[in-house]
């Protein structure tokens, strides 16, 4: 089993950054893949950025150049460097990764709003 917990969500002007961790704890090894969902008000969930186990990236045609996804495996915590933010970003970010299944695991989200 394995949790996963998301932070640095919160209320930020457009242009503005933020940088979401996610940290999993529980029975993980190596690096799984991993990957960041936004849902915005009233949308379904949509990926945003993916990590393979290799570090290959992917990203959302809508975040290209402003979302950066990374990991720190020492830390079991992925990261989403969120730059250059617009009020189109606001909602729940959550995180993903992969258990027996794809994206088998998933965090509590954290809210993220961008004013214009």
């Known amino acids: 089993q394995v949790q996963l917990q998301e932070s640095g969500g919160g209320l930020v002007q457009g242009g503005g950054s933020l940088r979401l961790s996610c940290t999993a704890s529980g029975s993980i090894f190596s690096n799984p893949n991993a990957a960041w969902f936004h849902q915005a008000p009233g949308k379904q969930r949509e990926l945003v950025a993916a990590?393979?186990?290799?570090?290959?990236?992917n990203y959302a045609n809508s975040v290209k150049g402003r979302f950066t996804i990374s990991r720190d495996s020492a830390k079991n915590t992925v990261y989403l460097q969120m730059n250059s933010l617009k009020p189109e970003d606001t909602g729940v970010y959550y995180c993903?990764?992969?258990?027996?299944?794809?994206?088998?695991?998933w965090g509590q989200g954290t809210q993220v709003t961008v004013s214009s």
């Open positions: 990590i393979t186990s290799r570090g290959s990236k």
């Open positions: 993903t990764q992969d258990g027996d299944l794809p994206y088998e695991y």
